[in-house]
């Protein structure tokens, strides 16, 4: 399941568990079927424009409030169960255990770069702060042609707004939790 079908599917379930309606009074409500209604909250189907537009307009509700990331009191992320972002055989792997668009201010990242291998990334917008935890191994990261040295256990922040390079100068995989900051 995608991030939007997720999305969808978590809030309908909640927007008509919260008014404590059943699947049979918003499809009565929408003109949507009770069984289109069920696998769009069990997440197996993918609903069209047209459907998501007579659930908005049948429960009188914003298409944002279905499509929004759902608000959580606890989430955890398995990365090791997640498909990587970005995975460049034999180089590096990127995972998204947070995207920007949960909260508009943050994302966060869980990066490996294998031994001799660098991972480039450009600037993150105006703006943006990184923060780099490292998990294991070590790390170089060279912004604006300075070197920083980081090693297991290590903290370190700077302005993302430039072209920056990770590289794992180390015997093993380097991994590392990558936190972006929007404080514009």
Not at 14 to 24: E, F, G, V
Not at 41 to 62: F, Q, W
Request: contains cysteine; glycine residues 8%.
């Amino acid at each position: 399941m995608d991030y939007i079908s997720h999305n969808i599917s978590t809030n309908l379930k909640r927007i008509r568990q919260a008014r404590n309606l059943s699947l049979d009074v918003i499809a009565e409500q929408t003109g949507v079927s009770k069984s289109m209604l069920s696998q769009i909250e069990r997440g197996s189907a993918n609903p069209s424009i047209g459907v998501l537009a007579k659930i908005t307009s049948g429960m009188r509700i914003e298409f944002e409030d279905l499509i929004r990331p759902p608000a959580y009191d606890t989430c955890i992320v398995h990365v090791k169960d997640t498909v990587p972002t970005k995975d460049v055989e034999g180089q590096y792997k990127v995972w998204t255990c947070f995207p920007f668009q949960d909260n508009h201010q943050i994302e966060i990242y869980r990066i490996e770069i294998l031994p001799g291998n660098c991972y480039e990334a450009g600037s993150h917008g105006s703006h943006t702060r990184e923060y780099i935890t490292m998990l294991q191994g070590d790390l170089e990261i060279t912004i604006g042609g300075k070197a920083y040295q980081m090693h297991k256990g290590d903290v370190f922040r700077f302005e993302s707004d430039q072209f920056h390079v990770y590289k794992n100068i180390g015997k093993e995989t380097c991994a590392f939790m990558s936190f972006f900051a929007d404080y514009s």
